[in-house]
T-cell receptor, first 115, second 115 residues
Framework: AQKVTQAQTEISVVEKEDVTLDCVYETRDTTYYLFWYKQPPSGELVFLIRRNSFDEQNEISGRYSWNFQKSTSSFNFTITASQVVDSAVYFCALRSNNAGNMLTFGGGTRLMVKP | DAGVIQSPRHEVTEMGQEVTLRCKPISGHNSLFWYRQTMMRGLELLIYFNNNVPIDDSGMPEDRFSAKMPNASFSTLKIQPSEPRDSAVYFC?????????????FGPGTRLLVL
């Protein structure tokens, strides 16, 4: 069975603060893929990043960075110098080969960035 | 390039009525997924198709729900008869499956309200 846990249901920060969104996953598979999606107030789900289980290299994209640690089964997402436009619900998701094409989503973290 | 297209974007109907949601996947993608998002249950996979064939419909809540994919560029999700508890946002997603690692891209969703 697969499971994704986003323990932080809601985070509130002030603009320009750094914020980290936690994601912990469970899977018995050795090959799996991790994703982050953003859901802004408009409602659509926007793909942010995909990570393979055999690639633990951290990734940075502008103000966004991701820290993948297999030893702790975590795939955390950090926003540096947050902006009001970052306000959204962020979902972490897991997919493993033995689960077919199914994406298992976490419950999401609502991030509110105040000016 | 056009993303996943869903229609209608909003639907309000009365209990007992038939509801049909439509999806056009990204051109060239060979897998299509229907999800439902509610506050109580989060994002749930209802059904997915690969090469127009339904692969896993274990997430379809009951016989009132049915989905079809008559060709590679069109899918429908039908609810008949609809009930108030079906009120949710329904997302369609597509991907190009070539080995089990591909990213799912989501449409804007259909917000359904059953009165």
């Amino acid at each position: 069975a697969q499971k994704v846990t986003q323990a932080q249901t809601e985070i509130s920060v002030v603009e320009k603060e750094d914020v980290t969104l936690d994601c912990v996953y469970e899977t018995r598979d050795t090959t799996y893929y991790l994703f982050w999606y953003k859901q802004p107030p408009s409602g659509e789900l926007v793909f942010l990043i995909r990570r393979n289980s055999f690639d633990e290299q951290n990734e940075i994209s502008g103000r966004y960075s991701w820290n993948f640690q297999k030893s702790t089964s975590s795939f955390n997402f950090t926003i540096t110098a947050s902006q009001v436009v970052d306000s959204a619900v962020y979902f972490c998701a897991l997919r493993s080969n033995n689960a077919g094409n199914m994406l298992t989503f976490g419950g999401g973290t609502r991030l509110m960035v105040k000016p | 390039d056009a993303g996943v297209i869903q229609s209608p974007r909003h639907e309000v109907t009365e209990m007992g009525q038939e509801v049909t949601l439509r999806c056009k996947p990204i051109s060239g993608h060979n897998s299509l997924f229907w999800y439902r998002q509610t506050m109580m249950r989060g994002l749930e996979l209802l059904i997915y198709f690969n090469n127009n064939v339904p692969i896993d419909d274990s997430g379809m809540p009951e016989d009132r729900f049915s989905a079809k994919m008559p060709n590679a560029s069109f899918s429908t999700l039908k609810i008949q008869p609809s009930e108030p508890r079906d009120s949710a946002v329904y997302f369609c997603a597509s991907s190009l499956e070539a080995g089990g690692s591909e990213t799912q891209y989501f449409g804007p969703g259909t917000r359904l309200l059953v009165l």
